[in-house]
């Protein structure tokens, strides 16, 4: 069954701190994705990557690295998080080249306080 | 810059009944339009999906439409369950690589 897991599903952290969202996929996929959800916006794409040691700037980066050292993984940092960064974070895979379903873990709910 | 349309954005229906959404794109050059449900506390999940190269397309209770001409595509549940309730988001690829998604659709069914 195809998976994807996500490291936390909440997190609390003050402002300025370093924070590492992790995503795993078992499926083998080529591409990864990590999104923002906020209320009444949608669904946002930060970074995605179509390999190892590859990314690509999605629509709203500014805040935001990314790492893929290994193709089941694909990491999200917040340099020095800040409040405006409060939001529900979503990472998803697919296959080969694009145009294909998209799958998403459940969600990281980050708060910056 | 590229965008998706989602209308309306709160939906209301009574078992049984049937539900709309629509969405419409600018990028002429779509050609995969993907609609997700996502239920309380989960990711969402792909339930249905079109390529540019038919018009329509079924699977039992969920449909979509696709009009290229006028760049809008849309999303039917018909004989509505409580189980359908959701936020629902219909998307279409951008410059062949990145989906852009519509803001969502709340559906609630009511029993």
Redesign the interface.
Known sequence: DVKVTQSSRYLVKRTGEKVFLECVQDMDHENMFWYRQDPGLGLRLIYFSYDVKMKEKGDIPEGYSVSREKKERFSLILESASTNQTSMYLCASSPGLAANEQYFGPGTRLTVT | ?ENVE?HP?TLSVQEGDSAVIKCTYSDSAS??F?W?KQEL??????II?I?SNVGEKKDQRIAVTLNKTAKHFSLHITETQPEDSAVY?CAA?VN?????????TRLQVFP
């Open positions: 810059g989602q954005s050609n995969y993907p997700y506390g989960k990711g969402p999940q792909l999906d390529r988001f690829i062949t690589d990145k989906l852009i998604f519509g803001t969502g």
